[in-house]
């Protein structure tokens, strides 16, 4: 037992530890790992390690035969460097272009037509969700940092405007009563567990785990939070489960 507590202390000062932290952050820094990322990563190293090569025979030999074709080979590697760095530009603001406008629909599908809270349609929340779990898939393969602080304020503005319109509705919100919300669909209802977790996950902040729609679900944990802004929501998933 002293040696398993031994090991767990181990494991949390190297969790805690700066140089883990920094090399966490680094990864983020890093991320997404996509085939033209690594290439582009692959040449800058290799144009680092050229160029320095390159400075040290400057700096200890004295022939200069070999210095054109030096040259001319660095200038090739650093032309090939700023060509995928371009297209590597061009494709992140792409991601970014295309993850903004799912947001702006997956918000246009749920806006209120009549009063402020978003329809009781269980394909409108399916479709918003799907929006949003299309949205975040193309944000993590935002490849420039710049896109990715923009897409970050663009989230946090659409996360603000559905806070707007998803209310803590009655059961009857979702369902036409609590024995028939895990049943088939009817009409409108009932509306889906993983719609509305993909949506109340989205308005607290939570990143998208890139799950399949149907497979979400609110943990027991979650549902427990949920009671503090959302209790009539925590009170249908608490007693639907025990069916």
Not at 72 to 94: F, G, K, P, Q
Not at 119 to 147: N, V
């Amino acid at each position: 037992i002293k040696r398993g507590r031994m090991l767990e202390n181990l494991r949390d000062d190297v969790i805690e530890s700066s140089l883990f932290l920094k090399a966490k952050k680094m990864l983020r820094w890093l991320r997404p790992f996509s085939f033209v990322n690594v290439i582009f990563y692959i040449f800058c190293l290799f144009s680092f390690i050229f160029f320095v090569f390159f400075l040290v025979r400057i700096l200890i030999s004295s022939e200069s035969d070999h210095y054109v074709s030096f040259v001319a080979l660095l200038a090739a590697v650093a032309t090939l460097t700023t060509l995928i760095y371009n297209l590597r530009r061009h494709m992140s603001e792409d991601y970014f272009k295309d993850a903004k406008e799912y947001l702006k629909r997956a918000y246009e599908v749920l806006e209120p037509k009549k009063d402020d809270a978003a329809p009781d349609d269980r394909e409108l929340w399916l479709d918003a969700a799907r929006l949003l779990k299309t949205a975040d898939r193309l944000g993590h393969k935002i490849l420039m940092d710049s896109h990715k602080e923009s897409y970050s304020e663009e989230r946090e503005f659409w996360k603000s405007k559905f806070r707007g319109i998803i209310k803590d509705f009655g059961v009857h919100y979702y369902c036409d009563g609590i024995d028939k919300f895990n049943s088939s669909p009817r009409n409108k209802k009932p509306i889906s567990e993983p719609s509305i977790y993909v949506i109340h996950k989205f308005i607290s902040g939570g990143d998208d785990n890139n799950a399949p729609l149907l497979e979400e679900s609110f943990s027991d944990k979650e549902i427990t939070s949920l009671n503090k802004k959302f209790p009539n929501l925590a009170y249908l998933l608490t007693e639907s489960r025990k069916k």
